[in-house]
């Protein structure tokens, strides 16, 4: 079966330009989040969708948004890039509890290398 | 807010040592989910374990073994008998109120 998938692998930007990321989760999953991580550090939590509404949403500015299609695939998009936004961009996908209380584990895809210049 | 700590930066063992990373989280909840994440030097993170807050037993897998504690708020992995191959970053993380936390992450090498 096919893993999270990401596109595209890596992205050369300039300041102040605006990025598009995409995810496609794993076949079944309905939930989709998105993490930064930099260099020597842990991910960051940006989003959480869960069956296309917004769950969470970490300490992140509104330069960044993302939403979830009806096919549950996901789009992260970056406006107004600073230097500070290079990064490794995650997707990770994971089970709904029909209840929505259950969390279930999050498979990480490979990411998505962003330079900004 | 919800804090995971990941005390050891680096860890360097032999092959076949035993290992333990620790892991301390902190949060307000009663309702939370704990989990450990590998990532090799390929860079894609791999599921490890969950753990819910309701379910203090501990799990062994393999070499694997994970250690809940409640009262200290701890989350500790043991490697047993090292191999070269588990060489990896590994993060503990907390799900709780919406929100997910990584640690900062221990790097462990193992040397032949």
């Known amino acids: 079966d096919a893993g999270v998938t990401q596109s595209p692998t890596h992205l050369i930007k300039t300041r102040g330009q605006h990025v598009t990321l995409r995810c496609s989760p794993i076949?079944?999953?309905?939930?989709v989040s998105w993490y930064q991580q930099v260099l020597g550090q842990g991910p960051q939590f940006i989003f959480q969708y869960y069956e296309k509404e917004e769950r969470g949403r970490g300490n992140f500015p509104d330069r960044f948004s993302a939403r979830q299609f009806p096919n549950y695939s996901s789009e992260l998009n970056v406006n107004a890039l600073l230097l500070g936004d290079s990064a490794l961009y995650l997707c990770?996908?994971?089970?709904?509890?029909?209840?929505?209380?259950?969390?279930?584990?999050?498979?990480f895809g490979p990411g998505t290398r962003l330079t900004v210049t | 807010a919800q804090k995971v700590t990941q005390a050891q930066t680096e860890i360097s063992v032999v092959e076949k040592e035993d290992v333990t990373l620790d892991c301390v989280y902190e949060?307000?909840?009663?309702?939370?989910?704990l989990f450990w994440y590998k990532q090799p030097p390929s860079g894609e993170l791999v599921f490890l374990i969950r753990?819910?807050?309701?379910?203090?037993q501990n799990e062994i897998s393999g070499r694997y073994s994970w250690n809940f504690q409640k009262s200290t708020s701890s989350f500790n992995f043991t490697i047993t008998a090292s191999q070269v191959v588990d060489s990896a970053v590994y993060f503990c993380?907390?799900?709780?109120?919406?929100?997910?936390?990584f640690g900062a992450g221990t790097r462990l090498t193992v040397k032949p």
């Open positions: 753990r819910n807050s309701f379910d203090e």
């Open positions: 076949s079944g999953h309905k939930s």
């Open positions: 990770a996908s994971s089970l709904v509890s029909p209840d929505r209380w259950r969390i279930y584990e999050q498979y």
């Open positions: 993380a907390l799900w709780g109120n919406n929100d997910m936390r």
């Open positions: 949060t307000r909840d009663t309702t939370y989910y």
